[in-house]
């Protein structure tokens, strides 16, 4: 399915709403040499609510809807012309992390 250039330009306005950030986790595999050879990878996307109305609030309306965006995210790379692999999605986690405790767990370090 070949997506046009208002969808890309969707995409592009959800990670700049949603200040999306992502984290690549390769997956490894032993081959019969007991090498390890790379098969795969885990991508990790993040992303905050869009001008929130309240403090968030794990599984509120807000939290939804970046949800909700993010898979529309995962989607288009998935689908990203001249891949030639098998792609999956695991859209059953949702990650919570409040603001207070993330910046005292920076001021630790």
Excluded at 7 to 16: Q, R
Excluded at 27 to 34: D, F, T, V
Excluded at 80 to 97: G, V
Aim: one cysteine or more; aromatic letters at 8%; glycine letters at 4%.
């Amino acid at each position: 399915m070949k997506q046009t250039f208002e969808e890309y330009d969707k995409i592009e306005e959800l990670v700049g709403q949603h200040k999306v950030c992502w984290e690549v986790v390769p997956e490894y595999h032993m081959n019969q040499k007991g090498e390890r050879v790379q098969i795969g990878f885990e991508l990790d996307l993040i992303g905050t609510h869009y001008h929130p109305e309240q403090s968030p609030i794990p599984g509120c309306k807000e939290c939804v809807n970046v949800y909700e965006d993010l898979k529309q995210i995962a989607q288009c790379i998935m689908l990203c012309p001249k891949r030639n692999a098998i792609a999956y999605m695991k859209s059953d986690l949702l990650m919570y992390r409040s603001t207070k405790l993330l910046s005292e767990d920076l001021e630790k370090t």
